[in-house]
């Protein structure tokens, strides 16, 4: 079941899934009077190391999905791979915002393609490709291109770029011959993400448009507001699209839209994420309501508010390759720049290409925040913006 009254601070909330998300999820949470139960394998989860409980069991542990269920006022994700059954199951006891279908959808990459054609939403030109058979037929238009595995690929896992059809071959073979979808690798001049928040009601607000730079299919920093390679009129548009998605999906909860800009400005849809996003993490200090709180508001079907920028922000990824042999940054040189939030997730091992925590800089001009992000970049020994800015 979705949302349906309004779940009044003090009640218990959960949430599938114990990483950085649920984390932010918990606290704004808990900014708010509600009780937290976070359920996730991990013993050193961020979000099981702050949350009133942490059931520590698999996602489709009956017991635990039990306990679940007995506990919460209702029960959200933080991330889009937590199985589907469990959400299904629990949905059958508790309110579960956003519903197991959705979520169902962002799993896989070509059952999210076609919710972009179906909602009428422009997205790159691609093809299954789920056998050797496959690799023979399809298209030839579509090479150059990325192949992609239809499911559990994260942070730019489960890719590989292809030149021409021995290419393809070669690296459908080295992903396991799972079930993948071919694109053709776009022209890009930027990439940027819209987040939105629909609530039962089907009231959707959402947050300013976020101009985002990856590197190595890892997001390392997001603008706002965007450059101006993103007009206006892009952003309307993006917004415009991404809350149609959310409709077309009846979709409840926090949902991440990532589209391509296209060299000549097209937009076009990249992947969707059923949850706060990366990218969204800067409004937690840019924004009077944050995306986490979106998502609390939306889940507890409390009054959902339309965000408002207060500053203009800079946010940086900080991943464990800034551990270096295992020794943390300097912080208290982060920390003496102004308006420098830093944000850690309260995790051990520094691994690199690890999402350890993120830094936002707010100020009040985009070329302000741009100063100081550039500082602390130079402070971290982050790469500088400036080769982050394609
Ligand atoms: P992930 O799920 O790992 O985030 P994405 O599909 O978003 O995977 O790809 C990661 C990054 O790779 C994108 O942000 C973009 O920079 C680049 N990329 C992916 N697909 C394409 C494409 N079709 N054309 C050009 N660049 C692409
Ligand atoms: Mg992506």
């Given at each position: 079941?979705?949302?349906?009254?309004?779940?009044?601070?003090?009640?218990?909330?959960?949430?599938l899934g114990?990483g950085?998300l649920?984390?932010?999820?918990?606290?704004?949470?808990?900014?708010?009077?509600?009780?937290?139960?976070?359920?996730?394998?991990?013993?050193?989860?961020?979000?099981?190391?702050?949350?009133?409980?942490?059931?520590?069991?698999?996602y489709?542990?009956?017991?635990?999905?039990?306990?679940?269920?007995?506990?919460?006022?209702?029960?959200t994700t933080e991330f889009e791979n937590v199985p589907a059954?469990a959400l299904?199951?629990?949905?059958?006891?508790?309110?579960?915002?956003p519903g197991a279908a959705a979520v169902a959808v962002c799993q896989d990459r070509?059952d999210e393609?076609?919710?972009?054609?179906?909602?009428?939403?422009?997205?790159?030109?691609?093809?299954?490709?789920?056998?050797?058979?496959?690799?023979?037929?399809?298209?030839?238009?579509?090479?150059?291109?990325?192949?992609?595995?239809a499911r559990l690929g994260y942070?730019?896992?489960?890719?590989?770029?292809?030149?021409?059809?021995?290419?393809?071959?070669?690296?459908?073979?080295?992903?396991?011959?799972?079930?993948?979808?071919?694109?053709?690798?776009?022209?890009?001049?930027?990439?940027?993400?819209?987040?939105?928040?629909?609530?039962?009601?089907?009231?959707?607000?959402?947050?300013?448009?976020?101009?985002?730079?990856?590197?190595?299919?890892?997001?390392?920093?997001?603008?706002?507001?965007?450059?101006?390679?993103?007009?206006?009129?892009?952003?309307?548009?993006?917004?415009?699209?991404?809350?149609?998605?959310?409709?077309?999906l009846?979709y409840?909860g926090v949902l991440c839209?990532?589209?391509?800009?296209?060299?000549?400005?097209?937009?076009?849809?990249?992947e969707m994420a059923p949850r706060p996003h990366?990218?969204?993490?800067?409004?937690?200090?840019?924004?009077?309501?944050?995306?986490?709180?979106?998502?609390?508001?939306?889940?507890?079907?409390?009054?959902?508010?339309?965000?408002?920028?207060?500053?203009?922000?800079?946010?940086?990824?900080?991943?464990?390759?800034?551990?270096?042999?295992?020794?943390?940054?300097?912080?208290?040189?982060?920390?003496?720049?102004?308006?420098?939030?830093?944000?850690?997730?309260?995790?051990?091992?520094?691994?690199?290409?690890?999402?350890?925590?993120?830094?936002?800089?707010?100020?009040?001009?985009?070329?302000?925040?741009?100063?100081?992000?550039?500082?602390?970049?130079?402070?971290?020994?982050?790469?500088?913006?400036?080769?982050?800015?394609?």
């Amino acid at each position: 079941m979705s949302p349906a009254g309004f779940v009044a601070p003090g009640a218990m909330l959960g949430v599938l899934g114990g990483g950085q998300l649920g984390r932010m999820f918990v606290h704004a949470a808990q900014q708010l009077g509600y009780r937290t139960i976070v359920l996730d394998p991990d013993p050193a989860s961020p979000a099981g190391l702050v949350a009133h409980e942490h059931v520590r069991a698999d996602y489709l542990d009956a017991a635990a999905l039990d306990r679940l269920a007995e506990r919460c006022a209702a029960i959200t994700t933080e991330f889009e791979n937590v199985p589907a059954a469990a959400l299904a199951a629990l949905a059958e006891r508790v309110p579960v915002a956003p519903g197991a279908a959705a979520v169902a959808v962002c799993q896989d990459r070509a059952d999210e393609k076609a919710a972009f054609v179906r909602s009428g939403v422009a997205c790159a030109p691609h093809a299954l490709v789920a056998s050797r058979a496959d690799v023979e037929r399809v298209d030839a238009a579509l090479l150059p291109g990325i192949l992609k595995t239809a499911r559990l690929g994260y942070d730019g896992k489960g890719q590989r770029t292809v030149d021409d059809r021995a290419a393809l071959a070669a690296a459908f073979a080295a992903l396991g011959e799972v079930p993948c979808v071919l694109e053709r690798r776009l022209a890009l001049a930027g990439e940027i993400s819209v987040v939105v928040a629909r609530n039962a009601q089907g009231d959707v607000v959402h947050l300013p448009v976020h101009d985002n730079v990856h590197v190595g299919g890892i997001l390392a920093v997001t603008r706002v507001p965007a450059r101006a390679h993103v007009g206006a009129a892009m952003q309307a548009e993006a917004v415009a699209l991404a809350e149609r998605l959310a409709r077309s999906l009846d979709y409840v909860g926090v949902l991440c839209v990532e589209f391509f800009v296209v060299e000549g400005g097209a937009l076009v849809a990249n992947e969707m994420a059923p949850r706060p996003h990366n990218s969204g993490h800067h409004s937690i200090d840019s924004c009077d309501v944050s995306q986490f709180e979106l998502q609390v508001r939306t889940l507890a079907n409390a009054p959902l508010v339309a965000p408002r920028q207060h500053s203009a922000a800079v946010m940086l990824n900080l991943l464990g390759d800034l551990w270096r042999n295992g020794v943390a940054p300097d912080w208290s040189r982060v920390l003496a720049l102004p308006a420098a939030h830093l944000h850690l997730y309260g995790k051990d091992d520094a691994r690199p290409g690890r999402k350890m925590g993120h830094l936002t800089v707010t100020a009040a001009s985009a070329d302000a925040a741009e100063a100081t992000a550039a500082e602390a970049a130079r402070v971290l020994g982050v790469a500088p913006l400036a080769t982050a800015t394609r």
